[in-house]
């Protein structure tokens, strides 16, 4: 008696019987395959997108922050260069790294920049366009005036589309987003697609 199958030795009974019972096996086998490999790509999918995630770009918390030179992009100081840090003084300071000017950055660029103007006497913060057409960007943003801040200084990176060589910004993301104490960085996003509703408050809390 074999799984509820007699089998007689030598039969078409026990040939029937052979077959069903290696049948099921081979079955079962199947299926655990199959449920191993759903898993293992669900789990490399998981993985995947957890990498994807990391996304570094610019000084990480720790670090320090190293004078750099940035130009004004519109107004009576147009062209003209200034150092964020320096500007800054004893004050904390937000750094706002542009990297592409798209809807989703004015508007999380937009929510910053109003919680930052309603601080100005305990922060500092500066949003810096990255390019490597300066005189370009000066005419985009001379267009974009409107959609930008009036109280915060809005400035252009001249050292080209990766910004200051020593802070390591990443060209493939939307926004880096530096917040530093006493020239020393607290903590760092890097966005790929920035979020009003998602990133706003991650952003703020250590400020």
Do not use: C
């Amino acid at each position: 008696m074999f799984d509820g199958v007699y089998i007689e030795h030598g039969s078409k009974l026990h040939k029937w019987a052979y077959l069903m019972v290696t049948g099921g096996i081979f079955m079962r086998l199947l299926w655990l395959s199959t449920v191993i490999i759903i898993l293992s790509i669900h789990s490399g999918t998981v993985v995947g997108q957890e990498e994807v995630s990391k996304v570094f770009s610019g000084p990480q918390p720790g670090e320090p922050l190293v004078a750099f030179d940035v130009q004004y992009a519109f107004g009576e100081k147009a062209g003209k260069t200034m150092d964020p840090l320096k500007a800054a003084g004893e004050k904390p300071i937000l750094l706002i790294f542009v990297h592409q000017l798209t809807r989703p950055s004015i508007g999380l660029m937009r929510a910053l920049t109003q919680f930052s103007e309603q601080h100005q006497d305990v922060l500092y913060t500066n949003m810096i366009f990255l390019t490597d057409d300066v005189t370009a960007m000066r005419q985009r943003l001379a267009r974009a005036r409107q959609a930008l801040p009036t109280k915060t200084p809005v400035t252009i990176a001249p050292q080209g589309i990766e910004g200051p060589g020593a802070y390591g910004l990443n060209r493939n993301v939307t926004l880096t987003i530096v917040f530093g104490k006493r020239q020393s960085v607290v903590s760092n996003m890097a966005l790929i697609e920035p979020s009003v509703q998602a990133d706003t408050v991650k952003i703020l809390t250590p400020i």
